[in-house]
């Protein structure tokens, strides 16, 4: 297998997550693929996937699957891991519904990063709805930390991993930690896993430019 990868992607960790969990992480071969958001789309990329977007899994037979969701359930039913995605079914929504939540807030960290990186060009009301959504989807997983614990680890749980990482990767000093200690407390639990652990996202440099000023985007300590 082939997998058009990033070592700054927080979606083609998910999929290295799976990959570790699986045992699969020397079954793929990795090509770094530079996509970005405000720029004309990779050619290398585009022929695997007309959207543009990494991560790609070019299976054994040819097949070209995208995006993070789909490649993780394939990589899941491949390796025969129903454990990370089990068939009950309210096991199995409960991990669905969480991939829907940290994947959806990765996408608002990206954006939101992407906005904020137009200085004052930035829309206000643009910046204001990113941080509302943030700090509403941190504070769903801090009352689903308990549930979370709770639940065997499986696709749900390395989302929200992702996301979190995200957070820290992109906006460490928010405080977020002092002000949602149940979510923290089964962060750095789960952080400890060895397919998480050794997944950390790296900066290469070859993404957008942050904020001009260097200013971080939200604390906790502003509003709580």
């Known amino acids: 297998m082939k997998l058009h990868w ?5 979606f083609v960790r998910k999929v290295n997550i799976v990959l ?14 530079v996509a970005v958001f405000a ?18 899994l070019i299976t054994d037979d040819g097949r070209k699957l995208f995006d993070s969701r789909v490649i993780c359930e394939y990589l899941i039913g491949l390796a025969g891991r129903d454990d990370l995605l ?4 309210e096991t199995r929504f409960r991990h669905l519904r969480w991939q829907a939540l940290g994947d959806g807030l990765t996408d608002i960290l990206l954006l939101w990063r992407i906005e904020r990186a137009r200085g004052d060009h930035a829309d206000p009301v643009i910046l204001g709805a990113f941080e509302t ?29 992702c996301a979190i990482g995200q957070l820290d990767f992109r906006y ?16 750095a639990g789960v952080a400890e896993r060895p397919s998480v652990a050794a ?18 985007a939200f604390t906790y300590e502003a509003q709580r």
């Open 6 to 10: 990033s070592p700054r992607s927080p």
């Open 20 to 33: 570790a969990e699986c045992g699969l992480t020397d079954a793929v071969e990795r090509m770094r693929s």
């Open 39 to 56: 720029a004309p789309p990779n050619p290398d990329i585009l022929r695997d996937n007309p959207l543009g977007k990494i991560p790609v």
């Open 86 to 89: 089990p068939t009950d079914p």
């Open 133 to 161: 959504k943030v700090r509403a989807s941190l504070d769903q997983l801090e009352a689903e930390s308990a549930e979370l614990a709770d639940t065997p680890f499986g696709l749900g749980h390395i989302a929200v991993v």
């Open 172 to 187: 460490a000093d928010c405080g977020w930690r002092a002000a949602l200690p149940n979510l923290a407390r089964w962060h």
């Open 199 to 216: 997944t950390a996202i790296v900066d290469d440099g070859a993404g957008p430019p942050g904020p001009a000023d260097g200013s971080p």
